[in-house]
């Protein structure tokens, strides 16, 4: 199970006698009308943006005219999506100390981006990871692999994102019904279509920004409220929850979810690489960096980035402590066996409970919050896999020599098609997933961008020698490792969770790819290199390591 993942139990599955379902039926119309306030304030940034400028690099980088601060809150948008805000704070209801872990392990991702990618693909890129290999590379090889594992990454991410809205939306509007989940998704992917084809990423950076702080206000405010009941001590908020968890003081130690098994630690050694690393391989977070000006402005953007997301995640622990000691973890996992409404629950509690004006109006607000964090976080994953399918895959790879190189223009025009029909596929697709358990998806979008994306990424921009065919034999190597593993892995056959629990033909005993791909992908591409009989151009390498330390000749 990952913090970003959503699952399709429905809220009216509560017991009576605790909190129940959040949303009664006589306040559903304030939901809806936050809900079409979230919707109207986002197509008007999308419009009144979208007036402003049409050449590629306002559709794909957004003018290069952000400041560190502003990417910087975009950045954190990107990354805290609402799966996490609402998957994170249920996994620490559910499993303490454990579940505190995730938090640990998603800061520390940044870490990692801070010291080797933000100022690097700042300087050696233009618009997406293709371009960072293509510097010293043959161009048409180099980009097929990149840009076929981009858009495989975003394309799972955003299933699993555009799967989780249709279940939440629709729950808080007060109906558990497919059709309804279905319709939401259609919705959704709407949007998300009109966000990117009208605003590209100027839109797109503008709407991550006003989500990011509804997002932290949110935060901000249910952590205060869980503080100021407990008197700010934190002593007495940690034992309240041991003891509304169930287990006793063992809530508060490790091993209550990752410690049954070798099999369960390994699985959690598996998630962690997978979500440490693959944040430095997402494509939506790596063409984040070409939105400012400089190498340096990335830089200190990605600082700006990791304050708030470290404060976020403190901010998730009293959050998770907190929907155990005031709602207790049964009626959470009552609710959702992910824990993934113990946000809502929480929210409802300190607003006063089922029924009371208080209560149903913060539960609302924090609802409407997590809508606007899906829809900017769907529109930034579909930007991100259509730029990669128009300026990677059908400008550079598919393009035939012989015939005239593409403008920009019509990049552009191939970049918005491509959003629709991205945006198209993954709503058919979701629309088959709604009653399947999205946990998989979202963890091999990690295990796939830390198998593919970031040995590449890494060997190019570090070793001298890196040859064009290491770079494929990497990215292949990882991608393709990953997506075999998951296929006969428990979350696809048998287990009672995983997505055709009728049948058996899992081999794999992990549920994350990550332990074995993500050391394939490193492997591959060493050996891809020393197994050729092709030898870096030195010159290349040269000029590259001076642009990425220096950004002498960056776009």
Same mark, same amino acid.
Request: hydrophobic residues 55%; charged residues 10%.
């Given at each position: @199970?990952?913090?970003?993942?959503?699952?399709?139990?429905?809220?009216?599955?509560?017991?009576?006698?605790?909190?129940?379902?959040?949303?009664?039926?006589?306040?559903?119309?304030?939901?809806?009308?936050?809900?079409?306030?979230?919707?109207?304030?986002?197509?008007?940034?999308?419009?009144?943006?979208?007036?402003?400028?049409?050449?590629?690099?306002?559709?794909?980088?957004?003018?290069?005219?952000? /400041?560190?601060?502003?990417?910087?809150?975009?950045?954190?948008?990107?990354?805290?999506?609402?799966?996490?805000?609402?998957?994170?704070?249920?996994?620490?209801?559910?499993?303490?100390?454990?579940?505190?872990?995730?938090?640990?392990?998603?800061?520390?991702?940044?870490?990692?981006?801070?010291?080797?990618?933000?100022?690097?693909?700042?300087?050696?890129?233009?618009?997406?990871?293709?371009?960072?290999?293509?510097?010293?590379?043959?161009?048409?090889?180099?980009?097929?692999?990149?840009?076929?594992?981009?858009?495989?990454?975003?394309?799972?991410?955003?299933?699993?994102? @555009?799967?989780?809205?249709?279940?939440?939306?629709?729950?808080?509007?007060?109906?558990?019904?497919?059709?309804?989940?279905?319709?939401?998704?259609?919705?959704?992917?709407?949007? @998300?279509?009109?966000?990117?084809?009208?605003?590209? @990423?100027?839109?797109?950076?503008?709407?991550?920004?006003? %989500?990011?702080?509804?997002?932290?206000?949110?935060?901000?405010?249910?952590?205060?409220?869980?503080?100021?009941?407990?008197?700010?001590?934190?002593?007495?908020?940690?034992?309240?929850?041991?003891?509304?968890?169930?287990?006793?003081?063992?809530?508060?130690?490790?091993?209550? %979810?990752?410690?049954?098994?070798?099999?369960?630690?390994?699985?959690?050694?598996?998630?962690?690489?997978?979500?440490?690393?693959?944040? /430095?391989?997402?494509?939506?977070?790596?063409?984040? +960096?070409?939105?400012?000006?400089?190498?340096?402005?990335?830089?200190?953007?990605?600082?700006?980035?990791?304050?708030?997301?470290?404060?976020?995640?403190?901010?998730?622990?009293?959050?998770?402590?907190?929907?155990?000691?005031?709602?207790?973890? %049964?009626?959470?996992?009552?609710?959702?066996?992910?824990?993934?409404?113990?946000?809502?629950?929480?929210?409802?509690?300190?607003?006063?409970?089922?029924?009371?004006?208080?209560?149903?109006?913060?539960?609302?607000?924090?609802?409407?919050?997590?809508?606007?964090?899906?829809?900017?976080?769907?529109?930034?994953?579909?930007?991100?896999?259509?730029?990669?399918?128009?300026?990677?895959?059908?400008?550079?790879?598919?393009?035939?020599?012989?015939?005239?190189?593409?403008?920009?223009?019509?990049?552009?025009?191939?970049?918005?098609?491509?959003?629709?029909?991205?945006?198209?596929?993954?709503?058919?697709?979701?629309?088959?997933?709604?009653?399947?358990?999205?946990?998989?998806?979202?963890?091999?979008?990690?295990?796939?961008?830390?198998?593919?994306?970031?040995?590449?990424?890494?060997?190019?921009? +570090?070793?001298?020698? +890196?040859?064009?065919?290491?770079?494929?034999?990497?990215?292949?190597?990882?991608?393709?490792?990953?997506?075999?593993?998951?296929?006969?892995?428990?979350?696809?056959?048998?287990? %009672?969770?995983?997505?055709?629990?009728?049948?058996?033909?899992?081999?794999?005993?992990?549920?994350?790819?990550?332990?074995?791909?993500?050391?394939?992908?490193?492997?591959?591409?060493?050996?891809?290199?020393?197994?050729?009989?092709?030898?870096?151009?030195?010159?290349? +390498?040269?000029?590259?390591?001076?642009?990425?330390?220096?950004?002498?000749?960056?776009?």
């Amino acid at each position: @199970m990952t913090p970003t993942a959503f699952t399709t139990a429905p809220l009216a599955a509560l017991p009576a006698a605790r909190p129940p379902a959040p949303a009664p039926d006589q306040h559903h119309a304030l939901a809806v009308v936050l809900f079409a306030l979230v919707v109207v304030v986002t197509l008007a940034i999308t419009l009144w943006v979208g007036r402003r400028g049409q050449a590629a690099e306002d559709f794909y980088a957004g003018g290069r005219d952000f /400041g560190p601060l502003q990417n910087g809150i975009a950045l954190s948008g990107d990354y805290l999506s609402a799966a996490s805000f609402l998957g994170v704070t249920g996994l620490i209801a559910l499993y303490g100390y454990d579940g505190m872990l995730y938090s640990i392990g998603f800061l520390v991702a940044w870490l990692v981006v801070l010291m080797w990618v933000a100022e690097l693909v700042r300087n050696t890129g233009r618009y997406t990871l293709a371009d960072v290999l293509a510097t010293r590379m043959r161009h048409r090889p180099v980009r097929a692999a990149a840009g076929s594992a981009s858009v495989v990454v975003t394309l799972l991410y955003l299933i699993a994102q @555009m799967v989780g809205a249709g279940s939440l939306v629709a729950l808080l509007l007060g109906t558990t019904s497919v059709a309804a989940n279905g319709w939401t998704i259609v919705a959704v992917g709407a949007l @998300m279509i009109i966000y990117v084809t009208v605003g590209g @990423m100027r839109a797109t950076t503008w709407i991550q920004i006003v %989500k990011a702080v509804l997002l932290m206000t949110g935060a901000v405010l249910l952590t205060v409220l869980v503080l100021v009941h407990y008197q700010g001590n934190l002593a007495e908020l940690m034992h309240a929850a041991a003891r509304g968890s169930g287990a006793g003081e063992r809530y508060l130690e490790p091993g209550l %979810k990752y410690g049954a098994s070798v099999t369960s630690r390994l699985d959690f050694v598996s998630l962690g690489l997978a979500l440490v690393l693959g944040t /430095g391989g997402l494509p939506h977070i790596l063409s984040r +960096f070409y939105t400012v000006p400089t190498a340096r402005a990335a830089r200190r953007s990605t600082i700006w980035a990791i304050g708030l997301v470290g404060t976020f995640y403190l901010m998730t622990i009293v959050l998770g402590l907190g929907a155990t000691a005031l709602v207790g973890s %049964k009626a959470v996992k009552t609710a959702n066996s992910a824990g993934n409404t113990a946000v809502p629950l929480l929210a409802l509690h300190l607003g006063g409970g089922e029924g009371s004006t208080g209560g149903t109006l913060l539960f609302a607000v924090i609802s409407a919050t997590a809508f606007a964090t899906i829809l900017a976080v769907v529109a930034g994953l579909t930007l991100a896999s259509s730029v990669s399918f128009a300026h990677d895959l059908y400008a550079q790879a598919f393009r035939r020599a012989d015939r005239p190189p593409v403008t920009e223009r019509q990049e552009v025009v191939v970049a918005r098609l491509a959003a629709v029909v991205i945006g198209g596929l993954a709503i058919v697709l979701s629309l088959f997933a709604q009653r399947l358990n999205v946990a998989f998806l979202v963890s091999l979008a990690f295990a796939v961008a830390a198998s593919a994306n970031l040995p590449t990424l890494l060997y190019n921009l +570090f070793w001298r020698r +890196f040859t064009t065919r290491g770079a494929c034999w990497a990215t292949y190597g990882g991608l393709v490792p990953a997506l075999v593993l998951v296929l006969f892995s428990p979350v696809v056959s048998g287990s %009672k969770t995983a997505m055709f629990p009728g049948v058996d033909f899992h081999w794999f005993p992990l549920e994350n790819p990550g332990l074995i791909s993500i050391p394939l992908g490193f492997l591959l591409g060493w050996v891809g290199t020393v197994s050729g009989e092709e030898r870096a151009d030195p010159d290349k +390498f040269a000029e590259l390591e001076v642009r990425s330390l220096t950004g002498a000749g960056a776009v």
